[in-house]
């Protein structure tokens, strides 16, 4: 692009579309970079927050939480299998 040339509303879809996605990823590498220095990391293992508990930010107290960090890569794939829920809401989270 030369000094003087206008973007196009397409041009600028493509920066905020790569600027949503870089800083979504950048926020993810944050977390696990902070949860890693934590006493008792581990990959591929369930951390299970007791029903109720409000020891994290945003509690729902009426819902079940569980977290993880599943190590994958190309050449060690993970399915991850969440039964069906047919009462109330089911939200896993990639």
């Known amino acids: 692009m030369m000094p003087g040339d206008s973007m196009t509303s397409s041009d600028e879809r493509t920066i905020v ?3 949503t ?4 990823r950048m926020l993810v ?3 696990e ?3 890693r220095k934590a006493d008792g990391f581990a990959n591929n293992s369930i951390e299970y927050n ?3 508990s409000a020891d994290f930010v945003n509690p729902n107290l009426d819902v079940a939480y569980l977290e ?3 190590a994958v890569d190309a050449d060690t794939p993970a399915l991850l299998d969440v039964p069906r829920i ?6 896993p989270h990639r």
Do not use: K, V
Not at 86 to 91: I, L, M, N, P
């Open 17 to 19: 579309d790569a600027y």
């Open 21 to 24: 996605y870089l800083l979504g």
């Open 29 to 31: 590498i944050r977390q």
């Open 33 to 35: 970079h902070m949860e």
């Open 50 to 52: 007791p029903l109720g």
């Open 68 to 70: 993880a960090w599943i």
């Open 86 to 91: 047919t009462s109330g809401c089911s939200a």
